[in-house]
C-alpha cells in the first residue's frame, strides 16, 4: 500500500482556478500529523483516482514554512536544512543537497489552491506516511519515533513554580552518543546507540538513569511512605550490568542533609514538585533531589553512592535548600568537587549555589535572588512565587554559567514582567559571592523581604546581584523551562515560549555568537540536561505519546 498510494497536498495560495481536470469530492478522508487531527478549510478531492487535501496545514503541524514564486509556479518548501522546490505541471521535484526526485503526479492548480504529492514532500522532510483504507485516515509521523501512548510529555508549556520529573531520562552512553529510558506496562526500557534493554520496575516511581564508563546503568528509584517511619528507606540506587543483571541496590532513608536529622525533615514522595539529577565522577555517583517531607514542606535531598561497592558516600558539605523547586549538578573541574544549584523560595530564596568541597555553604550567599514582599504572612501562593525558573550550570574554560530565566527587577515590577533568559558566569573557586567573581554581565539590585513569616511590615533588605548577562528581551511572552549544555566550550541554551522552540549559543565567556533562533516547534524534553556528542546537541522528546529523537548541530 505504501509503494502504491500517492496523495496529493493543496497549499492556501491566491493563484488562478486554471485547472480543468475533473475532480471528485472525497469529504470521508481524515488527515492525522503525529496524533493530532488536521482541520482544512476545503475538503479532500479526488484526483485521477488520487486524493488531494490542502497542505499549508499539514506543513505548519509538522513546522515547515512554504513559499510561492508566481513568476515561475513554483512551491519552496523548507523545513531545518532541507529545502524542496515543485513547479506546476513538473514531474520532477528538486531537493536540497540531492538529485531530482521523480514525482508519480506532477503539482497541479485546484480552485485557486496548489495540490502537492505528500508522499514525496514528507519522506523527503523525515516523516512517513501510512494509509487506512478501512478508516480512511492518512497518518504522518516521524521516521523512528516510537508510540508510547502512556508517555507524559516532556515539554513544560507554560511557566510554573517548580520543575517536575520527566517521562524520559537521557543521558551520555560510553561515549557513543545518546541513551534514554523510560517506563512502559510495568517495565523499564533503556535505549542506548547500539541496544535496548528491558527490566522490571523495581520501586514505583523513577527519579533517574545514568550510565558509567564501563556502561554499567544506575537507577534512582523512590517508593512514598505514608506510615511517617523514619526508619523506613524510600529512595534507592540499583546498579545493573551493561547486560541488565541487577548487581547492587543501595537504600536511603531520605534526610535532608548531615545535620538536618529531623525525622519530620524525612522523605514522604521522592522527586516531588521539583527535579532530580546525578553525575559520576571520581567513582562517586551522586543523586541530588526534590522531596516532600513528612512535615508536608519540601526541600531538596543529596544522596551518593561509590559506584565500586554501592556503599553509601558523604558529602564533605551542607548542600541543603528549604523549598527546593529545582535542582542542577554538575562535577566542576575547575574546583575539583560536585556543584549544587537550587531554585528555592524561602531559605535561601533565590538561585544558590553550592560546592561539595565547602563553598557557598551560607544560606544567605546565593548568585541570583527572587523579590518577596513585606507581610508575606506564610502565605505559601505568595511565597511560592518566584518570578524565575531554572535553567541549571554548565561549565566552560572560563568558569560555570548559571542560566535562568526570570523577571527583570527585584521589587514589586516583578509581578508584572515577563520572565527573560539570562546568564551568569562565575568563578567556582571564589571563596565568597562578590563582584569579582563574575565575568562581565549587569549589575541587578533592588529589596526584599528575608522574612516568609513577616506580619508587621517590616523593611525590606536590599540586595544585589553581579555579572548578569540579560540574553533576551520579551515583552509578551515568557521564557519557559530554560535548559543549558556545555558543547566544546561553548554553551547551549534551549527554551520554549507559548508560540515555539528556541536555542541560543554563547562563547566560553557569555558572548553570543547564535542569537535566539527558532527550532521550528520541535519539543524539548524541559526537565532533562541536553546531550552534546560529535558537534551536535541531542535529546529526547514525546509529544501526543511519540517519543521522538531530536538534534541541532550548533
Known amino acids: 500500500m505504501k509503494k502504491c498510494l500517492a496523495l496529493l497536498l493543496g497549499l492556501s495560495l491566491c493563484l488562478p482556478a486554471i485547472s480543468t481536470t475533473a475532480f471528485a469530492d472525497s469529504k470521508g478522508i481524515k488527515v492525522n500529523v503525529e496524533g493530532e487531527s488536521v482541520q482544512f478549510d476545503q475538503p ?29 509556479q513554483t512551491t519552496t518548501v523548507i523545513k531545518g536544512n532541507k529545502t524542496l522546490s515543485l513547479q506546476i505541471d513538473s514531474q520532477l521535484m528538486q531537493v536540497s543537497g540531492g538529485a531530482p526526485v521523480q514525482l508519480d503526479v506532477p503539482p497541479q492548480i485546484y ?25 480512511q485516515i492518512l497518518s504522518i509521523e516521524q521516521e523512528g519515533a516510537i508510540i508510547v501512548d502512556d508517555l507524559k510529555n516532556t515539554q513544560a508549556y507554560g511557566v510554573a513554580n517548580w520543575a517536575q520529573i520527566s517521562s524520559v531520562h537521557q543521558f551520555s552512553y560510553k561515549g557513543e552518543g545518546l541513551a534514554y529510558a523510560y517506563t512502559d506496562n510495568n517495565q523499564l526500557k533503556i535505549t542506548t546507540p547500539g541496544k535496548t534493554l528491558t527490566l522490571g520496575v523495581k520501586y514505583p516511581i523513577l527519579g533517574d538513569v545514568i550510565s558509567d564508563d564501563d556502561g554499567n546503568f544506575y537507577v534512582v528509584w523512590g517508593k512514598a511512605n505514608d506510615t511517617q517511619n523514619a526508619a523506613i528507606e524510600t529512595v534507592f540506587i540499583s546498579k545493573y550490568s551493561p547486560e541488565g543483571q541487577e548487581l547492587k541496590t543501595t537504600g536511603f532513608v531520605g534526610k535532608s542533609t548531615p545535620w538536618r536529622d529531623a525525622d519530620s525533615a524525612k522523605t514522604k514522595i521522592p522527586f516531588d514538585s521539583g527535579n532530580s539529577v546525578s553525575v559520576i565522577s571520581d567513582g562517586i555517583l551522586v543523586n541530588y533531589h526534590s522531596k516532600e517531607r513528612y512535615d508536608g514542606h519540601q526541600s531538596d535531598n543529596v544522596i551518593a553512592v561509590k559506584i565500586a561497592d554501592m556503599s553509601a558516600y558523604s558529602l564533605p558539605n551542607d548542600t541543603y535548600s528549604g523549598h527546593s523547586f529545582n535542582q542542577s549538578l554538575i562535577y566542576s573541574k575547575k574546583s575539583s568537587g560536585f556543584l549544587f544549584a537550587s531554585h528555592g523560595d524561602a531559605y535561601a530564596r533565590g538561585f544558590r549555589v553550592n560546592n561539595s568541597s565547602g563553598k557557598y555553604g551560607d544560606d544567605s550567599e546565593i548568585l541570583f535572588h527572587f523579590y518577596l514582599e513585606a507581610n508575606s504572612n506564610y502565605d505559601m501562593y505568595i511565597v511560592n512565587t518566584t518570578f524565575a525558573q531554572l535553567g541549571g550550570l554548565a561549565e566552560t574554560s572560563k568558569g560555570v554559567a548559571l542560566v535562568g530565566a526570570s523577571a527583570k527587577s527585584i521589587s514589586e515590577k516583578a509581578k508584572s514582567e515577563k520572565q527573560n533568559l539570562f546568564v551568569q558566569l562565575f568563578d567556582p573557586q571564589a571563596d565568597q559571592v562578590s563582584a569579582s567573581m563574575f565575568i562581565g554581565g549587569e549589575v541587578r539590585s533592588g529589596a526584599l523581604s528575608t522574612d516568609i513569616n513577616d506580619r508587621d511590615n517590616s523593611p525590606l533588605e536590599s540586595v544585589t546581584d553581579y555579572g548578569v548577562h540579560w540574553l533576551t528581551n520579551y515583552n509578551d511572552t515568557d521564557v519557559i523551562a530554560p535548559q543549558v549544555v556545555s558543547a566544546n566550550d561553548r554553551i547551549v541554551i534551549l527554551w520554549s515560549t507559548d508560540e515555539d522552540t528556541f536555542y541560543m549559543v554563547l562563547s566560553e565567556d557569555g558572548t553570543v555568537i547564535t542569537p535566539a533562533t527558532s527550532l521550528g516547534g520541535q519539543p524539548l524534553n524541559s526537565f532533562e540536561r541536553p546531550v552534546y556528542y560529535d558537534g551536535a546537541v541531542y535529546w529526547a522528546a514525546v509529544k501526543n505519546g511519540r517519543l521522538k529523537i531530536m538534534s541541532l548541530r550548533p
Open 44 to 72: 479532500p478531492v479526488i484526483f485521477e483516482g488520487r486524493t488531494l487535501v490542502p497542505i499549508r496545514a499539514v506543513c505548519e503541524k509538522i513546522g515547515a514554512t512554504i513559499k510561492w514564486d508566481v513568476s515561475t
Open 111 to 135: 480552485n485557486g489552491r496548489t495540490l502537492l504529492p505528500i508522499r514525496a514532500v514528507v519522506e523527503n522532510l523525515g516523516y512517513e506516511v501510512t494509509w487506512n483504507a478501512a478508516k
